[in-house]
């Protein structure tokens, strides 16, 4: 009997809506105030001007183009990131899951939130072995960027928007049934990203998840570093709550929605974003800082002090390289993510080469970055990626190819919000127009000839 109800679960699995009450009522409150805040903004002028592009920004990357609408959370130059109502600084001591229920609800959850929310991940956890046995018969030094955006590619076809999709569903009901694929990846996104850990690093044994701990302290104990403690999960509580989303044209988040607009589901859409994620002028920056740390300490030692760094940043420059970790597309001033680990830095870690070296740099680099080349750095302060290694390093992960992993773990939480809001909200396939080197030409003839 009791294998018979097994097996009516199992064939149901994957076509019915589990219950996750809280969260389902808040976001569809939200949708709701979001419908009306849009309508009133169409009644108020459908064809105001928002932006003007120049020819420059078309050929720059459309940087500054104001183009699109995000309402998971905001990036103001000079005070940073913004989720909902609340500032960075504000957020610092929350849980992720706490972040996720924010990022799609415009509202931090209440008391009971937490505990229902981790009965639900319990009850969703579990990578599927076939997505193993293809991690583990990848080239060993496959990057495990690769492994993140492959593992959960790999487990598309279990996609509940997909089957749903088949069988024919509302347009109204499409991000019920995205955000039942967002809730069954990140339930399953601490123990594929620690697997990669064991599998590429360790001896590939991997751990068993604890159904009583918060995802960012399962995620701890799963990447089984010695004597890692309590303070680990802090730091790691910490880092997938700063990583979490920052709106909407980040290259990560851009490309998530990009390709779950063409309705392609949350796991095609995850790794895509996992995909732009890799990059070290995006998310790979990461690693790339720890990198440069190392190299200095490699170059001058331990007691390196700020000449040194000063000169190592100036050879860096003078080989045409960027610094990482410094410069930012939109932020105009320190990253408060980056003071929220610089502040975990100073109570845990002052001790710690890599630390101090990464406060030297902080010391040296924007002077540097201010005038380099007539200042041609929009941004010469520290963003989100300057610190967070030297961290990382000082527990005993020093495998920097696999930080950006990490930032991924976080980053999902947005990809999944962003996506779950804009299909509530009925938002279209996203196609700009593009032209040719030979219209803009011949649109700038046009302007001087009518001028
Ligand atoms: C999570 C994140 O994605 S945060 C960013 C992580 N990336 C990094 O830290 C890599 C280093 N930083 C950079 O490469 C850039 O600052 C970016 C990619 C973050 C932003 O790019 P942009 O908005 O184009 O920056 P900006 O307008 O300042 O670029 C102007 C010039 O300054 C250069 N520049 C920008 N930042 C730096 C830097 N940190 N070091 C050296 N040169 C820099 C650019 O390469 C560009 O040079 P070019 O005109 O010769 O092509
Ligand atoms: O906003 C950006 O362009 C880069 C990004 O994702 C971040 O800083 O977290």
């Given at each position: 009997m009791q294998q018979?109800?097994?097996?009516?679960?199992?064939?149901?699995?994957?076509?019915?809506l589990l219950d996750m009450s809280i969260l389902r009522n808040e976001i569809k409150n939200n949708l709701t105030q979001l419908?009306?805040?849009?309508?009133?903004?169409?009644?108020?002028?459908?064809?105001?001007?928002?932006?003007?592009?120049?020819?420059?920004?078309?050929?720059?990357?459309?940087?500054?183009?104001?183009?699109?609408?995000?309402?998971?959370?905001?990036?103001?130059?000079?005070?940073?990131?913004?989720?909902?109502?609340?500032?960075?600084?504000?957020?610092?001591d929350r849980f992720p899951e706490e972040i996720f229920f924010l990022l799609c609800t415009g509202k931090l959850p209440g008391l009971d939130f937490l505990s229902e929310f981790r009965n639900e991940l319990n009850e969703r956890a579990g990578v599927p072995q076939y997505t193993?046995?293809?991690?583990?018969?990848?080239?060993?030094?496959?990057?495990?960027?690769?492994?993140?955006?492959?593992?959960?590619?790999?487990?598309?076809?279990?996609s509940v928007f997909k089957k749903n999709y088949l069988k024919g569903i509302a347009k109204a009901d499409y991000w019920k049934y995205t955000l039942e694929d967002a809730l069954n990846v990140i339930a399953k996104l601490p123990e594929l990203a620690a697997g990669i850990y064991r599998i590429r690093f360790c001896d590939g044994k991997l751990i068993e998840r604890d159904p009583e701990l918060d995802w960012a302290a399962n995620l701890a104990l799963m990447l089984g570093l010695p004597d890692?403690?309590?303070?680990?999960?802090?730091?790691m509580r910490l880092y997938l709550v700063l990583h979490c989303d920052h709106e909407?044209?980040?290259?990560?988040?851009?490309?998530?929605?990009?390709?779950?607009?063409?309705?392609?589901?949350?796991?095609?859409?995850?790794?895509?974003?996992?995909?732009?994620?890799?990059?070290?002028?995006?998310?790979?920056?990461?690693?790339?800082?720890?990198?440069f740390i190392l190299a200095i300490k490699e170059k001058y030692g331990d007691d390196v002090d700020e000449s040194q760094v000063k000169q190592f940043v100036l050879d860096t420059l003078d080989g045409g390289k960027v610094i990482p970790g410094y410069g930012?597309?939109?932020?105009?001033?320190?990253?408060?993510?980056?003071?929220?680990?610089?502040n975990f830095g100073k109570q845990h870690c002052s001790d710690d080469v890599c630390y101090q070296i990464a406060n030297k740099l902080f010391h040296v680099v924007p002077d540097i970055l201010k005038t380099y080349k007539g200042g041609k750095v929009a941004n010469p302060w520290p963003n989100v990626d300057a610190a967070s290694g030297s961290l990382l390093y000082k527990y005993g992960?020093?495998?920097?190819?696999?930080?950006?992993?990490?930032?991924?773990?976080?980053?999902?939480?947005?990809?999944?919000?962003?996506?779950?809001l804009a299909q509530g909200l009925g938002q279209p396939i996203i196609r700009p127009k593009s032209v040719t080197n030979k219209w803009v030409a011949e649109k700038l003839m046009e302007n001087k000839v009518n001028s």
């Open positions: 018979c109800i097994l097996l009516v679960g199992f064939c149901c699995y994957g076509l019915k419908k009306d805040e849009i309508d009133q903004i169409f009644a108020g002028g459908r064809d105001t001007v928002l932006s003007e592009v120049t020819v420059g920004q078309v050929y720059g990357g459309m940087r500054g183009l104001t183009a699109l609408v995000c309402n998971t959370s905001f990036v103001d130059p000079y005070s940073g990131l913004h989720v909902g109502k609340y500032t960075v600084e504000e957020l610092a193993w046995d293809m991690l583990r018969v990848l080239p060993e030094d496959t990057h495990p960027m690769s492994m993140l955006s492959l593992g959960i590619l790999s487990m598309e076809q279990e890692s403690g309590n303070e680990f999960a802090n730091l909407g044209g980040n290259v990560s988040a851009f490309t998530s929605r990009v390709v779950n607009s063409a309705l392609s589901d949350l796991y095609y859409a995850i790794s895509a974003g996992l995909n732009g994620l890799a990059g070290p002028l995006h998310g790979l920056a990461n690693q790339e800082c720890l990198r930012h597309a939109v932020l105009r001033v320190t990253d408060p993510r980056f003071k929220e680990f610089m992960l020093n495998q920097f190819d696999y930080y950006t992993v990490l930032f991924g773990v976080s980053r999902v939480l947005g990809f999944c919000a962003q996506n779950v």
